[in-house]
């Protein structure tokens, strides 16, 4: 079993920055590649960004490259999104979440655990 705790949601103007992270607890941390999910009101949830156990590959939705940077530190048992140029449209709840499997980084379906997730709003 896989505790996540996520956490540095807030609100935020246009343009500006947040950094989420997410503390693990449990099992191995670093047995686990981690992705980062958001969903909006009325919206289906969707990926954001994964990071493989080592944190050697990462991978990012369209919608978020070159403004979000996925990282982690397995010696904290922590993965963070670094989130800058935020947009309205990043107004989400996000998610973290841990995988066994990289290849399937992208499908919310096959991840095994789950964070409670944490509140981003971003004001125009």
């Known amino acids: 079993q896989v505790q996540l705790v996520e956490s540095g949601g807030g609100s935020v103007q246009a343009g500006g920055s947040l950094r989420l992270s997410c503390a693990a607890s449990?099992?191995?941390?670093?047995?686990?590649?981690m992705g980062w999910f958001r969903q909006a009101p009325g919206k289906e949830r969707e990926f954001v960004a994964g990071?493989?156990?080592?944190?050697?590959?990462?991978n990012y939705a369209d919608s978020v490259k070159g403004r979000f940077t996925i990282s982690r530190d397995n010696a904290k048992n922590t993965v963070y999104l670094q989130m800058n140029s935020l947009k309205p449209e990043d107004t989400a709840v996000y998610y973290c979440?841990?995988?066994?499997?990289?290849?399937?980084?992208?499908?919310?379906?096959?991840?095994?655990?789950w964070g409670q997730g944490t509140q981003v709003t971003v004001s125009s």
């Open positions: 979440a841990a995988n066994s499997v990289y290849g399937t980084i992208r499908d919310d379906d096959r991840y095994d655990y």
């Open positions: 449990g099992r191995t941390f670093n047995n686990y590649h």
């Open positions: 990071i493989s156990r080592s944190g050697a590959l990462t």
